[in-house]
């Protein structure tokens, strides 16, 4: 069996592969629940009610793709110029430690400096992190991949570590800081949901971005270096500071969700802040096919799934784990579909 | 201190670092087979962990370990085909192909495992370890019998296993053409040698350890099921391998020396002594960091690791 490229290939191709692999996602889905004596439909109704069923529940799904949409958008920023990094878990974590930290110790400042201070130190926390890697790979040729992974357990255990020791509050059962300073918290913008600010900010970010890589001469030579280094080099753009510029760009993202959750959804710091925000957000950012518009649609789409996850388990006692499965299922059949919009498998000898 | 000097402690450290050393030395050998051969697999994690809970529910509901254990494997095959498929024939790129089987993997692994208690109405169910086998004589050694020759199946194979890798990649043909798989894909095929059968082969290879390394978790060193009990050990194996230098030689002292770290944070406290645990647990990946910032010159990556193969 070989892969053929198919130079005629259609344009509708590629919405073709999109359509497909959600189709093929839900009917994956609901034939894993059929197989596992679950009720398919209603499930699959209970979850899209508590999706987008209400006002109340899509505030809530808009809530949750808040953190997505933020690490999706570093995902896209990194992966334009083809940079691999998987760092989103651990810059998001940085940045809502940094942000904390910055919170606490400027307590007392006028809320709108509060919040513009707690909202920048969460970008530069996840900033340094993400530079620090690029610099790792232009100094030291260090892959990565590989150094991006490492410093999320390095970060995690640093984030427990500062809620045994020196953020712990005393007395306290579960490992979590002290509430945050009174005006670093984004309050909900629609009164009984947890719908906050930070959504307007993801929204800013993903039209600030789109700008950047169409309209600007960084975005140019962003995507130029995706294409090629040898290129790049010639053209006299210095390829270490891209590199470490586009990291350090990413990781602010990615601080930017951390700091948004604890502004707006936790309140303080807590192991539970990410719970794998940063790599749904890859997930995210490969199905928008790389595009920062399309990041923000994709997004809302898997916080409903998220959402619509707990509600199906509360409705109908069907397990919310299934939703990390349907992430999985979602992406594996849009890399699947969209190479085959393309390229064609042929039976050959 | 006593306990210290009488050496009590220390075999105890040494038998838990064989023993911590088990499923990441499983894993990482697995993985240093399929990154020879040029692929990158990033789903390690939740490759075991979904063979660790095939071994727990099929031991728990057959009795039979060894049924437990073939269930494990047979995941681990599964999960491979899966991403080999992917990786290999449709030659999508590997590590997000990686990603997203570990958000697939955990997602029904976690799913399976509710799907049952609410099923069986069992909250945490228990099996039975694999037994330890006492190697005769050997194990009778004082001291190094505890800490070599007292441990189960998984362990002596995990060993055993390191000396007969290196002897195939190094000392036969089939080896050779694998470590070209990964080196120079092209030349191999100018041999009219198939680079994507051989890459498949490493990688259902890997994942048939993934699915030991799995079984270990469960069936060697826990009688519960407890959500994500592969905790990292997954990503650690591939750190492991780089470390390694993807040398199987280099794997073995990189495995002992991680495991090693991981049972004197066990027995810290004992020790009296008052670090942070955190930061030994942090340790092996900061240590993996800076092995790779200082092993760039001799490094011996494989040049087309990563990198799908497509005829010119």
Redesign the interface.
């Known amino acids: 069996m070989r892969l053929v490229q198919v130079n005629d290939a259609a344009w509708w191709w590629d919405w073709v592969a999109i359509a497909a692999s959600l189709l093929l996602a839900l009917l994956l889905t609901a034939a894993l629940f059929h197989y596992s004596g679950q009720p398919v439909q209603e499930a699959l109704s209970a979850m899209l009610d508590g999706a987008f069923g209400s006002t109340e529940s899509l505030l809530e799904t808009l809530t949750r793709a808040t953190p997505l949409t933020f690490t999706a958008l570093a995902t896209v920023v990194a992966y334009r110029a083809r940079i691999w990094s998987i760092g989103q878990e651990g810059q998001l974590l940085m940045g809502a430690i940094s942000g904390y930290v910055a919170a606490a110790n400027c307590a007392g400042l006028p809320t709108p400096l509060l919040l513009t201070a707690t909202l920048l130190a969460g970008a530069l926390g996840g900033a340094a992190l993400g530079a620090l890697c690029g610099y790792l790979k232009s100094r030291f040729a260090v892959d990565e991949i590989i150094s991006t992974v490492m410093f999320n357990y390095i970060v995690y255990y640093f984030l427990t570590w500062l809620l045994t020791g020196p953020l712990r509050v005393k007395h306290a059962v579960y490992l979590q800081s002290d509430v945050l300073p009174v005006g670093a918290t984004l309050p909900p913008l629609v009164a009984d949901t947890r719908f906050h600010a930070g959504f307007l900010i993801a929204i800013a970010c993903s039209g600030v971005v789109q700008v950047l890589l169409k309209r600007t001469a960084f975005g140019f030579e962003m995507r130029a270096f995706g294409f090629s280094q040898t290129v790049t080099r010639f053209k006299g753009i210095r390829s270490e500071r891209l590199f470490w510029g586009v990291m350090a760009l990413s990781g602010a993202l990615a601080g930017l969700a951390g700091i948004t959750e604890v502004m707006g959804v936790h309140g303080r710091l807590n192991t539970d802040i990410s719970a794998g925000l940063g790599y749904t957000g890859i997930i995210v950012a490969m199905v928008a096919g790389l595009n920062p518009l399309a990041a923000l649609v994709v997004a809302v789409l898997f916080g409903g799934l998220v959402n619509g996850g707990f509600m199906m388990q509360v409705l109908t006692g069907v397990p919310k784990a299934i939703v990390f499965a349907t992430q999985g299922i979602v992406l594996l059949s849009f890399l699947a579909c969209s190479r085959l919009a393309r390229y064609r498998l042929r039976w050959t000898r | 201190m006593t306990d210290f000097f009488t050496g009590t402690i220390v075999i105890s450290m040494l038998t838990a670092t064989m023993r911590i050393a088990t499923p990441l030395l499983l894993a990482a050998l697995g993985e240093l087979v399929v990154e020879r051969a040029g692929v990158?697999n990033?789903g390690l994690e939740s490759m075991m962990l979904l063979a660790c809970f095939a071994a727990f529910i099929v031991t728990l509901v057959s009795g039979s370990q060894a049924a437990g254990l073939a269930a494990a494997v047979a995941t681990g095959l599964v999960i491979a085909a899966?991403f080999g498929f992917?990786t290999i024939?449709?030659?999508?790129?590997q590590?997000?192909?990686g990603?997203?089987?570990?958000?697939?993997?955990?997602?029904?692994?976690?799913?399976?495992f509710?799907?049952y208690q609410?099923?069986s109405g069992k909250e945490s169910p228990i099996i039975t370890l694999l037994p330890n086998l006492s190697l005769p004589l050997l194990a009778d050694l004082p001291g190094l019998g505890e800490i070599f020759f007292q441990h189960n199946l998984l362990t002596y194979l995990a060993f055993g296993l390191t000396p007969l890798l290196w002897a195939f990649l190094y000392r036969t043909r089939y080896g050779l053409e694998l470590r070209f798989a990964g080196e120079n894909p092209a030349t191999l095929d100018t041999r009219g040698l198939s680079v994507a059968w051989r890459r498949y082969l490493a990688v259902l290879f890997g994942g048939a350890m993934a699915g030991l390394a799995g079984a270990f978790i469960s069936l060697g060193s826990s009688v519960r099921f407890v959500?994500e009990m592969t905790a990292?050990r997954g990503?650690l194996a591939?750190?492991i391998v780089?470390a390694g230098n993807w040398l199987p030689q280099r794997v073995l002292l990189a495995a002992l020396v991680f495991a090693f770290m991981n049972a004197f944070q066990l027995q810290a406290q004992a020790l009296g002594l008052n670090l942070?645990y955190?930061?030994l647990?942090?340790l092996p990946?900061?240590v993996?960091?800076l092995a790779?910032?200082l092993g760039?010159a001799n490094s011996r990556a494989p040049t087309a690791l990563g990198i799908p193969y497509q005829r010119p």
Request: net charge positive; aromatic share 8%.
């Open positions: 990158l990033l899966l992917m024939t449709l030659r999508t790129e590590f997000v192909t990603l997203a089987i570990n958000l697939l993997a955990s997602g029904l692994t976690l799913y399976a509710r799907a609410i099923v959500p990292g990503w591939i750190v780089i942070p955190q930061l647990l942090a990946y900061a993996a960091v790779m910032m760039r």
